[in-house]
């Protein structure tokens, strides 16, 4: 997957992409949480915003970043963080899941801006998630 990809489709993740009608835009982090589907659902989107991330590690090296970028992760964060603590909406196993997620996201996106390097900056969900280890080495091949 190319970075131009990467990024288009983390903009489906965080909602903020005007093409409603995309099935991407459905399957999205944020979307998920909003009409909530079940912690699979959930998972599926988490472990390919991980992956976008790692797709553009080296954007968050820069000196100038990309404000579109930062402000899909805000979203995916933030509301991620916001509507997954609300009680009402969901029960505690869940609660916990989605702060787990979160959590992921953020971590090596702290990392790589702070010029972690990217091996290291995924040694949290790699350690977590040893199957998905492979699959974010093969995204950087391609």
Not at 50 to 61: E, H, K, P, R, S
Not at 83 to 96: A, R, T, V
Not at 105 to 116: E, K, N, R
């Amino acid at each position: 997957m190319d970075k131009e990809e990467a990024k288009r489709r983390l903009s489906f993740h965080s909602s903020r992409n005007e093409d409603i009608e995309n099935p991407l835009w459905e399957s999205g982090f944020v979307r998920s949480l909003r009409q909530f589907r079940g912690e699979q659902h959930l998972e599926t989107a988490f472990h390919e915003v991980i992956q976008l991330i790692y797709v553009l590690a080296d954007c968050f090296q820069k000196e100038r970043l990309e404000k579109a970028v930062i402000a899909d992760l805000w979203a995916i964060v933030h509301l991620g963080k916001s509507w997954g603590s609300n009680e009402e909406m969901f029960i505690p196993s869940e609660l916990q899941q989605i702060a787990h997620f979160t959590e992921q996201i953020s971590y090596p996106v702290f990392c790589l801006l702070d010029g972690t390097d990217c091996e290291t900056a995924f040694d949290l969900y790699i350690h977590e998630y040893p199957e998905r280890a492979q699959a974010l080495v093969e995204l950087r091949k391609k």
